[in-house]
């Protein structure tokens, strides 16, 4: 069974343990009616990607 020679400092320990970070979610302005959305992504709003209309939505404004 493979056991360590020497105790791992604490700097070696932790700078192992700094890459775990989250990410921030990359939020974009819909082009089409100016909302909020995630980039590459079908707005919920109303439903375009790209240019073209991927979901039909229900308007109820």
């Given at each position: 069974m493979a056991v360590?020679?020497?105790k791992t400092s604490k700097a070696r320990r932790d700078k192992r343990r700094a890459n775990w970070k989250l990410s921030v979610p990359a939020?974009?302005?819909c082009p089409q009616c100016h909302?909020?959305?995630l980039a590459h992504r079908v707005c919920k709003q109303c439903g375009y990607y790209d240019g073209e209309q991927v979901i039909k939505m229900d308007e109820e404004e």
């Open positions: 360590p020679k020497r939020i974009v302005e909302g909020r959305k």
